[in-house]
């Protein structure tokens, strides 16, 4: 069985506003995952093939418990925002998993 490669799409204003109108989707990866692997699994879900995958890793912030007062790392996150052609649309929210 094959590991589930995108996690769950991004679904803030500006990354609504980028798939109007640059074609771009945002998705959670997981953080040992690469391009190659992202691409694969995008195809496979969706049946595109997408033009370009730019990957961002974001840094888990440092919080502080509020009743030990001791530092909690919180732990790293990995966003792939994915360039499909010009004039495809995906619907997000109508995603079927199986």
Do not use: C, H
């Amino acid at each position: 069985m094959q590991q589930l490669i995108i996690l769950k799409p991004i679904i803030t204003e500006k990354s609504l506003a980028s798939q109007q109108t640059q074609d771009k989707y945002g998705f959670w990866v997981p953080t040992n995952t690469t391009k190659n692997q992202i691409k694969v699994s995008f195809k496979s879900v969706f049946g595109i093939n997408p033009l370009l995958i730019n990957t961002i890793t974001l840094k888990g912030k440092t919080k502080t418990n509020g009743r030990t007062r001791k530092p909690i790392q919180k732990s790293d996150r990995k966003k792939a925002v994915i360039t499909v052609p010009k004039g495809t649309k995906i619907e997000l929210l109508k995603l079927n998993t199986k």
